[in-house]
């Protein structure tokens, strides 16, 4: 029996770069938290601390902030930029990965902003040859008052909840869609239009359960834009309960709720077409 | 010597309430965190565990749900009505604190919402004769991307900072205003108002220091506002450190930036008029 | 009517300072984080940018780190050089506060180190002529499995909560207790031993409320050490509530708790000598 | 063209969960947060919101309070019983997963503790068939202020990093072992010997780069604990900056550090005997 080195890779996480582009009076204003991920042939640094290998993840960093002096643009493609030179400029580097999170920023004047909801992502992979790009959106929490219901489920000698045709349903959407090809989306078009038919879905579906919910969302994506070939989705379920109110001599018709922090459920899944070209490594 | 017990207090903290109002179809909803505190003639439960003058923080939060079927309408009228009931009703306390953070939604349609930036917030203090109100805003992050100097400091020894006439300035604006009465205003257009006024002051101030801009915010809300008195801020200095990329060759004009979690300026301050009301309980 | 710079004050948060001392092969580890607060005459900055009073935040951030170069020691000791540091040596201040969080570590090795629970803490004021230190702990986390009671407390319509002869009782513990004087304590010792009266304090007291326990702990530290003369104390009651089990069958003999997170009770309580000195500026 | 549902799963998140053994005087305490996640035959929900197939995420944690009843035991024990009741007695579920975290309590007495660092972790996995266990444990802080180097790296334009023979090293383990069976581990002493090598081989690693750590790390618990097969950790590199003191006129041998934040190095890897039987579902 030996024992072996498996999978492996390093990056460095969570480098924060803003970037202000004062092109004219009217700045604008690029707020990205960037974590980059390398893998190759990293073994001689695991076994015996040969480092030669190994491009500092503090170069990395660097890389993030010398980059951007030439703009950023859209994440997509800065995310390209970097996973490319990664791998090509590296000799032992074979992939890349560059997850980015932009934040949200709403104009106050021309140089003044307010931090809004929802953050904006990408993860871009590059392998040497191919690259894929992996849109998304995350912290955009919805809600809807009415048009849920959760009736009909297996029942086994420990369920208790009651059944109901109209409940509070609400979420944090953490979505991600990957896109045909590496190259050739208008990204900022694509991410509103996205972002804008998963916001229609959740709420003009009317909900027999959450899981139907995240179907509709991601079919709506599908078929409205035609650069996504899947999208994947994860979905709390933030219970919203309502509140007895008998003990106190009131009736509560739907009005008064306790929103729970946990435990809470969490519905994942996947929806996609069915002529999706293979994911390679999309989702690493 | 004797060991005495001094000030002391207890309530229900973060009690999670979201109301929906349905009375027609265009359905709106309030989403709460409320904290209740109350004191008065405790010392038996601290000294013997006589608990006959303790009220429960169960029974504290049971009633928060109760009031609500009534609806709630704006949160420094809700704290109202609930510190009043502790103190008017229950013999032992003598002093109710109503801390209540208001949650940001969205419309999306009818009966859908996403949930926004910035919390609103009051806090209401009532002694069994009167009432202080205080609202406020909190988690609003703002950033300017000029227009902010900072020079002319004390230095001594431990100085190295560069004197700079051009920096980003950003904050997490926690703000809080005492109003001149409990009874009179119109809530909802004085939160609208003094936190348009804060957004203003801090986009449209040209800033030698945070601590210029703090006072200017309150001084805005001031001057505009009749019904607030007296104005506490604190403001967390979000350093945004310009990138030196002089070890590549570059050149870096202001538009690339590190953002800094820690540490972090913290600039505190009061602005208030000069014929302000006695405070009273209204910071308890 | 005018409007006015009441209350200010400054700062720089978190500075986070790690030092280790190499003396011996045995190496000692000190994990700080600092946060200091000044004020003064500070009205111009506020008023007309005029900055000339001022001492940086970075500044204060590179004094903790310079003094830390002569060692750190008790952080009570660390605090009060600082302290004094910037209100004798900077002209336009006359108020310092430095807070400290020391964070625990627990040796593997002799140059390894695991981090362990609960965080040190202390607090030092000065005012260019007495010093106050209040030392403390924070985010000690204790549970009783039996020994708690509750019962016997008001009731109102709104209260449904059974009475209980037999809880689960657990808190996280931040508890901070004021010193004779500035001078003289051996802070180690005096932390030590505090601690450990809190926790047996907790321990054994067979509680019918968190206040009478409060009040034990903070009793039980007044009459062991004599260089502390108050203890404030604020303990959440995390509440553990038995599960119902019935609806399977199934007994629930004290054994199956739901921990909730929110809401949670929170009880503050003052524990003081009768003949206290004067707390000056010891909380501020 | 379609669009397709695929791959999904669902389940219900922290559940906290606290079993009291009352069998002595001396009490035990059992603190968790219990994840189920369920997949099988779940098209229906998605496609049309016909729920027959759906096991309620609420009923899920009521399994998880019931079967507490008899007792937790080891977690993984108490995962493989869950797992196995969802699937075996679920018509339509096919796969579940439990992950279970279990917090640390340190005896302060016989019914009283107060929580410690580290927590253990334990998913399983289970097909209907065959089971999968993965012990690991998360959060656990260490240190070591000399015996690690960092140099001999590649280097491009974008390298600053000076190399060096002696930094800290600073780490938040979270490691994960899979062992090579489901059935016949005494988990509570593989989990104490796998986290005491854990630490020991952290301690007693002269480093050369992180990696390495990491590699000894996985190598000494495979070859000193027979059950285990793979391990993978994700080690991130908590950097601890020498701070420049030379502008105040000292110099800094090795003693005053700046513990950063963010960005951070982030390692993982996977470390397995060369004869593991294949992983199946351990690490769904």
Redesign the interface.
């Known amino acids: 029996?030996?024992?072996?080195?498996?999978?492996?890779?390093?990056?460095?996480?969570?480098?924060?770069?803003?970037?202000?582009?004062?092109g004219t009076d009217r700045?604008t204003?690029t707020?990205l938290n960037v974590?980059t991920?390398l893998a190759g042939d990293?073994a001689a640094?695991?076994?015996?601390?040969?480092?030669?290998?190994?491009?500092?993840?503090?170069?990395q960093?660097?890389?993030v902030?010398?980059f951007?002096?030439d703009g950023v643009g859209q994440i997509e493609d800065f995310g390209l930029r970097l996973a490319r030179h990664f791998v090509d400029?590296?000799?032992?580097i074979h992939r890349a990965r560059v997850h980015i999170q932009q934040y949200t920023?709403?104009r106050?004047?021309h140089?003044?902003?307010?931090?809004?909801?929802?953050t904006r992502t990408a993860t871009v992979c590059y392998d040497g040859e191919q690259a894929w790009v992996v849109s998304g959106v995350e912290d955009?929490?919805?809600?809807?008052?009415?048009?849920s219901?959760?009736?009909?489920?297996?029942?086994?000698?420990?369920?208790?909840?009651p059944e109901t045709t109209d409940r509070?349903l609400a979420t944090a959407v953490t979505a991600r869609w990957r896109h045909v090809a590496a190259e050739r989306a208008d990204w900022a078009a694509s991410y509103a239009g996205s972002t804008r038919h998963l916001?229609a879905a959740?709420?003009?579906t009317h909900?027999?359960?959450l899981?139907?919910t995240?179907?509709a969302m991601?079919?709506r994506v599908?078929?409205t834009r035609d650069e996504v070939v899947?999208v994947r989705l994860a979905l709390?379920?933030k219970h919203?309960f309502l509140?007895d109110?008998a003990?106190?001599?009131?009736?509560?018709?739907?009005?008064?709720?306790?929103?729970?922090?946990?435990?809470?459920?969490?519905?994942?899944?996947?929806?996609?077409?069915?002529?999706a070209p293979p994911a390679g490594l999309a989702w690493w």
Do not use: C
Request: hydrophobic share 30%; glycine share 10%.
């Open positions: 029996m030996g024992i072996v080195l498996g999978d492996n890779r390093y990056g460095k996480a969570e480098t924060r770069l803003v970037r202000v582009d004062r700045h204003i707020d974590t991920t990293l640094t695991h076994l015996t601390g040969d480092n030669s290998g190994v491009l500092p993840t503090d170069t960093k660097n890389t902030y010398a951007a002096r400029e590296t000799p032992t920023w709403d106050l004047g140089h003044s902003f307010s931090r809004g909801a929802g955009l929490v919805v809600l809807n008052t009415t048009g219901e959760f009736h009909g489920y297996h029942k086994d000698r420990y369920t208790t909840l509070i916001l959740f709420a003009d909900s027999l359960s899981q139907q995240l179907y991601g079919q599908l078929s899947e709390p379920n919203h509140v109110l003990p106190f001599g009131l009736d509560n018709p739907g009005e008064v709720f306790y929103a729970a922090d946990r435990p809470y459920g969490l519905i994942e899944g996947t929806v996609l077409r069915d002529d």
